[in-house]
């Protein structure tokens, strides 16, 4: 007679969130060029971008070589916004395995969460040792520093993620605002130029957006010579972080059961 294996929660959940993550890292990966794309499109704006900011600020930018200066702005917000796409859609692709109950949206959250961040990660990694073979950056002063405000700036594209999969669960359309929010964000970030770069007076029009406040102190991190203006909270950018989170998990909690139900 067959018997039957009792699992507890924890491991019902492990199980879930494993197979949905092979899932997800398959349909990430399944075209012919794979997980090399990871690295081939980012780079390709790092380079392109490092060039053309060398070639006007010569071998340095506010200290930092160009290379990494392009690189703590367009590929951290670059990624962001990969991550904000991958966590908002999500709980839609993965609609139909809701069917089973052990199955269930914050499975599928998490498990986009983590393709992505494991994908961040190797992209930096990869994109660190490509810098020192070819000498494109001396060090890193704080690493701490920089892998914390780095995966801080992660977890704003994953919190903005999850509020918009729980918005298009009732607005379909929300896919559209989403694509509109996301086109200009990557050029008022901070990805190409510094809060140096602009007269004080216009520091207001950009210091709203806690991107800016991140991208500066993971380059101050890099290279604490990098010119840090009084207009960076670091206090502002862990509140925003910290309040989206919390945001975003009570948005979910409250509306996910409404928005499958529909």
Known sequence: MASVRERSVLQLWSDVIFALLIRHLKSKFDDKIGVSWLIIQPLAFVLIL???RGRTDGEHVHGLPPFVFILLGMASVFQLLQGWSAVSSAISKDKPLYAFRQVQPIASIITAV???LISFILFMIILYFIAIIFNLMDGIDDPLGIIFYLIEIQFIGYCLGLLFAVFRLFVVEAVKLESLIQRPLLFISGTFFSLNDVPQSSWVYFTWNPLVHGVELARHSAETNFPLVDAVSPIYFHGFVLF??????????????KGIAR
Not at 244 to 257: E, G, R, T
């Open 114 to 116: 983590l393709v992505e």
């Open 244 to 257: 989206l989170f919390f945001f975003s998990i009570a948005s979910y909690s409250v509306y996910w059961k």
């Open 50 to 52: 490092s060039f053309l």
